[in-house]
Protein backbone atom coordinates (compact mmCIF):
# COMPACT_ATOMS: atom_id res chain seq x y z
CA UNK A 1 0.00 0.00 0.00
CA UNK A 2 1.11 3.34 -0.49
CA UNK A 3 -0.68 6.95 0.82
CA UNK A 4 0.03 9.60 -2.03
CA UNK A 5 -0.58 13.51 -1.33
CA UNK A 6 -0.80 16.09 -3.71
CA UNK A 7 0.01 19.48 -3.68
CA UNK A 8 0.49 22.42 -6.36
CA UNK A 9 -2.45 23.47 -7.65
CA UNK A 10 -4.43 26.77 -7.97
CA UNK A 11 -5.82 29.09 -10.34
CA UNK A 12 -4.19 30.28 -13.21
CA UNK A 13 -5.08 32.45 -16.46
CA UNK A 14 -4.75 30.59 -19.73
CA UNK A 15 -0.94 30.40 -20.78
CA UNK A 16 0.18 29.68 -17.59
CA UNK A 17 1.74 27.06 -15.96
CA UNK A 18 1.91 24.92 -13.01
CA UNK A 19 3.93 22.15 -11.59
CA UNK A 20 1.73 19.30 -9.13
CA UNK A 21 3.88 17.37 -6.44
CA UNK A 22 2.91 14.34 -5.34
CA UNK A 23 4.60 12.92 -1.75
CA UNK A 24 4.67 9.54 -1.59
CA UNK A 25 4.76 7.44 1.94
CA UNK A 26 7.22 4.98 0.75
CA UNK A 27 9.52 4.18 -1.97
CA UNK A 28 8.48 4.52 -5.15
CA UNK A 29 11.78 2.75 -7.18
CA UNK A 30 9.70 -0.83 -6.82
CA UNK A 31 5.70 0.84 -7.81
CA UNK A 32 5.55 0.03 -11.36
CA UNK A 33 3.73 3.48 -12.62
CA UNK A 34 3.73 6.61 -11.20
CA UNK A 35 0.54 8.62 -12.75
CA UNK A 36 -2.07 11.81 -12.68
CA UNK A 37 -5.41 11.29 -13.52
CA UNK A 38 -7.83 14.48 -13.82
CA UNK A 39 -11.47 14.78 -13.46
CA UNK A 40 -13.48 17.58 -14.62
CA UNK A 41 -16.96 18.19 -13.12
CA UNK A 42 -19.48 16.54 -15.25
CA UNK A 43 -16.97 14.71 -17.00
CA UNK A 44 -15.34 11.25 -17.14
CA UNK A 45 -11.67 10.21 -15.46
CA UNK A 46 -9.22 10.74 -18.00
CA UNK A 47 -5.19 9.27 -17.28
CA UNK A 48 -3.44 12.27 -18.42
CA UNK A 49 0.29 10.89 -17.63
CA UNK A 50 2.30 7.79 -16.37
CA UNK A 51 5.76 7.15 -15.86
CA UNK A 52 6.78 3.29 -15.41
CA UNK A 53 9.57 1.94 -13.33
CA UNK A 54 12.22 2.34 -16.70
CA UNK A 55 11.33 5.82 -16.72
CA UNK A 56 9.39 6.02 -19.72
CA UNK A 57 6.40 8.24 -20.07
CA UNK A 58 2.82 8.27 -21.63
CA UNK A 59 0.48 11.12 -22.41
CA UNK A 60 -2.75 11.46 -23.52
CA UNK A 61 -3.28 13.12 -26.48
CA UNK A 62 -4.77 16.19 -25.19
CA UNK A 63 -1.63 16.80 -23.28
CA UNK A 64 1.22 15.74 -25.44
CA UNK A 65 3.75 18.24 -25.94
CA UNK A 66 2.70 20.66 -22.79
CA UNK A 67 2.86 18.33 -19.61
CA UNK A 68 5.84 16.23 -18.26
CA UNK A 69 5.79 13.69 -15.62
CA UNK A 70 8.58 13.29 -14.23
CA UNK A 71 10.10 11.29 -10.32
CA UNK A 72 12.46 11.78 -7.99
CA UNK A 73 13.43 8.41 -6.45
CA UNK A 74 15.04 9.71 -3.82
CA UNK A 75 12.46 11.65 -2.68
CA UNK A 76 9.59 9.51 -3.36
CA UNK A 77 8.08 12.26 -5.18
CA UNK A 78 6.41 12.89 -8.23
CA UNK A 79 5.76 15.46 -10.63
CA UNK A 80 3.49 16.98 -12.68
CA UNK A 81 4.52 20.06 -14.84
CA UNK A 82 1.99 21.78 -16.63
CA UNK A 83 2.98 24.68 -19.45
CA UNK A 84 0.69 25.88 -21.88
CA UNK A 85 -2.59 25.48 -19.87
CA UNK A 86 -5.85 25.36 -21.26
CA UNK A 87 -9.07 26.25 -19.85
CA UNK A 88 -9.95 22.56 -20.98
CA UNK A 89 -7.48 21.56 -18.53
CA UNK A 90 -9.82 22.55 -15.00
CA UNK A 91 -10.10 19.77 -13.20
CA UNK A 92 -9.52 17.72 -9.96
CA UNK A 93 -6.28 16.35 -10.72
CA UNK A 94 -5.28 12.94 -8.34
CA UNK A 95 -1.86 11.53 -8.24
CA UNK A 96 -1.91 7.72 -8.56
CA UNK A 97 0.65 4.74 -7.86
CA UNK A 98 0.32 1.12 -9.58
CA UNK A 99 2.09 -2.09 -8.18
CA UNK A 100 0.74 -3.73 -11.25
CA UNK A 101 2.11 -4.60 -14.61
CA UNK A 102 1.35 -2.84 -16.75
CA UNK A 103 0.50 -0.14 -14.83
CA UNK A 104 -2.97 1.71 -15.14
CA UNK A 105 -4.12 -1.15 -17.60
CA UNK A 106 -5.85 -3.70 -15.28
CA UNK A 107 -6.23 -1.26 -12.27
CA UNK A 108 -6.45 2.30 -10.96
CA UNK A 109 -4.19 1.58 -8.11
CA UNK A 110 -4.09 3.97 -5.39
CA UNK A 111 -5.26 7.39 -5.43
CA UNK A 112 -4.65 10.63 -3.66
CA UNK A 113 -7.21 13.10 -2.74
CA UNK A 114 -6.62 15.57 -5.35
CA UNK A 115 -6.00 19.27 -5.94
CA UNK A 116 -7.66 21.39 -7.91
CA UNK A 117 -6.19 22.95 -10.96
CA UNK A 118 -8.20 25.90 -12.39
CA UNK A 119 -7.50 27.68 -15.85
CA UNK A 120 -9.52 30.95 -16.77
CA UNK A 121 -9.54 32.55 -19.79
Known amino acids: QVQLVESGGGSVQTGGSLRLSCAASRGIFDINGMGWYRQAQGKQRELVAVIDQTDRTNYADSVKGRFTISRDIAKNMVYLQMNNLKPEDTAVYYC???????????????WGQGTQVTVSS
Open 96 to 110: AADFEWPPFTNSEGY
